[in-house]
């Protein structure tokens, strides 16, 4: 929704939300809705219009909405792989992720093509002014992880929409020269995340993933920075998690140095994982982290605002761009 100019994302359908002394009313024609407090109307916010382009469906049946769907209010996102090597097995999976959830509710297709990505992209573009898109992809195995998925995707759709910035989500790959291979398929920012910062906290919520030690994600970060450009490779960090603050703001200073922008965002439990009781951080938890990141990002001339796609661009699931100055 949209509150004040700004798009967030706001879960419904968790515990948190259910305790949420905030109600929004039914949106009207125009998708306003009035948001109140405890049955006290205290301002008005914006719903998202369904996208025109979810009508639309491939020549073989698939609808638009099962390849790609709309993120935040001009986003149009992607997971190319629905499916990981370590979600099938919850010893290894990441005890946050829901990947095979919406495989399994029919609410995607596990393996969208660089044809379907590239007819999708082209429609969201000239049908819903979407301006940057997002492709990230389930880990299909341990020596491109996934690198080469997004870039025969991304060569297609570049090929159809060619202004349309992309970022590009996947695990370090095996060898650095595949951020090479990203850039020059069409990929123009590059995400690589870390989710927790801290040995212990990585070993207990993604123990399959912490095998990809913390070096190997900061030599990555180092060479893939020279390749898309200060700013352009960045990382999600979830806040709630177990890690301390002094050492996400810890790590986020190693990144800064490198050139790394730390996206750091409250976590967000989703219902069906086995994080779906963990509570969301409070408030004064997450101001205390963005606060002094964004005077860090601020110093370090790090912005949201000169990515060139992605989430940190987007920036509908955390509130760090409203402390950059």
Excluded at 65 to 85: F, M
Aim: aromatic content about 6%.
């Amino acid at each position: 929704m949209t509150l004040g100019g700004r798009t967030v994302m706001v879960p419904v359908h968790n515990d948190p939300a259910r305790v949420s002394p905030y109600r929004a009313a039914a949106p009207d024609e125009r998708g306003i809705s009035t948001l109140s407090r405890d049955g006290v109307a205290v301002g008005e916010i914006r719903f998202p219009r369904q996208p025109r382009f979810y009508k639309l469906q491939t020549f073989d049946g698939v609808p638009y909405w099962k390849i790609a769907v709309l993120h935040g209010a001009d986003v149009l996102a992607t997971t190319v792989l629905q499916t990981c090597i370590r979600y099938s097995a919850r010893e290894t999976s990441c005890q946050f992720c829901a990947i095979g959830q919406s495989l399994a509710a029919g609410r995607t297709i596990a393996r969208k093509t660089p044809e379907q990505l590239a007819e999708v992209a082209r429609a969201a573009v000239l049908l819903d002014g979407v301006r940057h898109m997002v492709m990230t992809t389930g880990t299909p195995n341990n020596r491109d992880r996934g690198a080469a998925l997004l870039c025969e995707s991304a060569f297609a759709i570049k090929a159809a929409v060619p202004d349309l910035p992309i970022q590009g989500q996947c695990e370090p790959p095996d060898d650095p020269v595949w951020f090479r291979r990203l850039r020059a398929s069409g990929i123009d920012a590059l995400g690589m995340h870390l989710e927790a910062v801290t040995p212990e906290t990585r070993a207990r919520i993604m123990p399959g993933k912490a095998k990809v030690s913390l070096a190997r994600y900061l030599d990555a970060f180092a060479a893939a920075v020279p390749v898309f450009g200060r700013g352009q490779v960045s990382t999600y960090i979830l806040a709630g998690l177990g890690d301390p603050p002094e050492a996400i703001l810890e790590m986020c200073r190693r990144l800064i140095a490198i050139g790394v922008y730390p996206f750091v965002v409250p976590f967000v439990p989703i219902a069906g994982t086995p994080l779906e009781a963990q509570p969301a951080p409070d408030p004064a938890f997450m101001r205390a982290l963005l606060a002094p990141l964004g005077a860090m990002l601020t110093a370090s001339g790090l912005r949201s605002s000169d990515i060139k796609a992605g989430c940190g661009r987007c920036g509908a699931c955390s509130s760090l761009a409203g402390y950059e100055r």
